[in-house]
């Protein structure tokens, strides 16, 4: 499985980024593809992820800012970020896990730049 990432860029504190990722190979539902996020000298967090089915899940610090979608004929999961802050700097990456079997896949990062 790969996972192709783009969306990532420099932007003013209270604007708005689209993240995307698309995953190709052998996928087996159900899955769960999420985004993680890793700023500098910090450990590396679950943003949002979300199931074929639908579920999602934030993390506190996003919830109301930011919105996880996906195109499951498409095997694509999107991130919209509106309302920016600059401690939402950081490398983006994202994720896809078979629920069958716990098999984990990661995309290249994409770097996220708040300006303040």
């Known amino acids: 499985v790969q996972l192709q990432a783009s969306g990532g860029g420099l932007v003013q504190a209270g604007g708005s980024l689209r993240l995307s990722c698309a995953a190709s190979?052998?996928?087996?539902?159900?899955?769960?593809m999420g985004w993680y996020r890793q700023a500098p000298g910090k450990q590396r967090e679950l943003v949002a992820d979300?199931?074929?089915?639908?579920?999602?899940k934030y993390v506190d610090s996003v919830k109301g800012r930011f919105t996880i979608s996906r195109d499951n004929a498409k095997n694509t999961v999107y991130l919209q970020m509106n309302s920016l802050k600059p401690e939402d700097t950081a490398v983006y990456c994202c994720n896809l896990r078979h629920v069958i079997g716990d098999t984990s896949y990661w995309g290249q990062g994409t770097q996220v730049t708040v300006s303040s």
């Open positions: 979300m199931r074929t089915g639908g579920t999602k």
């Open positions: 190979g052998i996928i087996f539902s159900p899955n769960v």
